[in-house]
């Protein structure tokens, strides 16, 4: 007797058979190593002869990271400020680039290649290094020019304008994956819509915002999930950096695993608050569909 399951059922059954390398791969290597941290996290440690000796303190080391640690919320500030304004700009430039992309073109293939390039050339130390070294800022706004634009600029536009060019090298480098994943949302999306709303008089901004941003919408929460993430862990993360200090310069364990889970729940927080606002989003779109 065969067991037949509905296609439902066979949908799931696919996505958790994706999933199960990942979740294996979890419970063997990092399931140990996270409750370890959790457990030095609430505990104060020290190096003796006969090895770690841990005693608990309970949640001082994460009071610690609010009331007596001055550099922690500053770095914690600062990065939450660049990932507000470095994820829009990727969303904006990806899919603008993905719009293009995907339009039929002599070598778009060779300028595909092209913008995922900087995923796999500048990443991890090597984008740190080259980060460090300023070749992320674009050589037309130097500080000769800024001098030349003050004399009839005011540093209140000026300055936030030289900032906005700064980050426009690492939005390009952080757009490849983004840029793939919409091409591969517009490729699924039928040609016959398109004619159809051309058919009754609709305008190319009209088949965007009626057919292809609605379609693409799943596309744009994966992406900005993924763009949160990336920005909150990627090498130049300051709070990272911050963390991989107090374990390496400090030899504080246990501190560096209390800092460590306050910076993923709060990540955490806010993954949950861009996950309920985008099912809202879907969910009306999916109700005026």
């Not at 719009?99 to 293939?109: A, Y």
């Not at 004399?151 to 030289?162: A, G, H, M, Q, R």
């Not at 051309?198 to 009626?210: I, L, N, P, S, Y």
Request: proline share 4%; charged share 15%; aromatic share 14%.
């Amino acid at each position: 007797m065969k067991l037949r399951l509905s296609s439902r059922w066979r949908h799931f059954m696919e996505g958790y058979l994706f999933v199960s390398p990942w979740v294996i791969g979890f419970l063997l290597f990092m399931a140990i190593p996270l409750g370890q941290s959790l457990y030095y996290s609430l505990n104060e440690l020290k190096l003796s002869r006969e090895g770690l000796i841990a005693t608990y303190i309970g949640w001082r080391h994460y009071s610690d990271a609010f009331t007596t640690d001055i550099a922690f919320l500053p770095l914690l500030k600062q990065t939450i400020t660049s990932m507000l304004v470095q994820v829009p700009l990727i969303m904006i430039f990806s899919l603008i680039s993905a719009l293009l992309l995907h339009r039929p073109s002599r070598g778009r293939m060779i300028f595909r290649g092209i913008f995922f390039m900087p995923v796999i050339i500048a990443s991890g130390v090597i984008l740190k290094k080259l980060l460090d070294q300023g070749v992320a800022k674009l050589p037309l706004f130097t500080e000769s020019l800024y001098d030349q634009l003050n004399l009839f600029i005011p540093d209140s536009i000026l300055v936030p304008v030289f900032l906005f060019s700064d980050k426009l090298t690492p939005v390009m480098w952080d757009s490849g994956v983004q840029i793939l994943i919409f091409l591969a949302g517009l490729l699924t999306i039928s040609a016959s819509l398109y004619e159809a709303a051309r058919c009754d008089g609709a305008t190319r901004w009209e088949c965007f915002w009626k057919i292809t941003f609605p379609m693409i919408m799943p596309m744009i929460f994966v992406n900005t999930l993924f763009s949160i993430v990336n920005s909150f862990t990627k090498a130049d993360n300051q709070v990272m950096g911050y963390i991989q200090t107090v374990v390496n310069s400090q030899n504080k364990y246990d501190y560096a695993a209390a800092l460590g889970w306050i910076y993923f729940i709060i990540i955490f927080i806010v993954l949950t608050f861009v996950f309920l606002i985008f099912r809202k989003s879907m969910t009306a779109v999916e109700g005026r569909a």
